[in-house]
């Protein structure tokens, strides 16, 4: 039986390295209609929803936002976009362990409710002058769509492995 104090230990790790990931991926991120894609936290939010749970997700994409901010790696947009998408696709894995709708969720989450999110960061905020509410929701279906599907990869590759069941023996298979 694992310890508390073992258990934290190594979701605090674990939280760690995928912030980390998070910020390091946002160099392979690219602009599109005033705001920067980043599909690496995508991908993130799904890995951190399935091995942590919603509120580590949110945790990590709001940390990974912030930092990603402080080192002029992206904009404030970051925040609505990757806590909205990680809120959503916690909530679902959560509930329904089934990872095509973790993924489908973090699309939907991030796309649409945190592209229309993004608008007034953009305007009251930033200051711009965004063409419309729904002007950030095809650029972040694009990056969220990238980061999903390299995040069902990666699970179902880490899954197969036994390496979330070996990393968190105490939630096993947590998505099918």
């Known amino acids: 039986m694992e310890t508390k104090e ?7 790790a674990v939280a760690g390295v995928l912030t980390a990931l998070a910020v390091a991926g946002s160099t392979l991120g690219f602009p599109v209609a005033g705001s920067k894609c980043a599909p690496v936290q995508h991908m993130v ?7 942590l749970g919603p509120a580590w997700s949110v945790g990590i994409a709001f940390c990974a936002s912030l930092l990603r901010n402080l080192l002029g790696l992206g904009s404030l947009m970051a ?3 990757s806590m909205v998408g990680a809120l959503l696709c916690g909530l679902v894995c959560r509930y329904t362990k089934n990872l095509k709708l973790t993924c489908l969720a973090e699309a939907f989450g991030t796309g649409v409710l945190g592209g229309i999110a993004a608008y007034p960061v953009a305007k009251y905020i930033m200051g ?12 972040f ?19 197969k492995g036994g390496v979330l069941a070996q990393l968190f023996p105490q939630q096993g298979g947590q998505v099918r």
């Open 6 to 12: 073992k258990n934290m230990t190594r979701r605090l």
């Open 45 to 51: 939010n799904i890995l951190a929803s399935v091995a």
């Open 79 to 81: 925040f609505p976009g």
């Open 128 to 139: 711009s002058a965004p063409a419309g509410l729904f002007v950030y929701v095809i650029p």
């Open 141 to 159: 279906l694009i990056s969220t769509a990238a980061g999903s599907i390299l995040a069902y990869i990666l699970v179902t590759i880490l899954e």
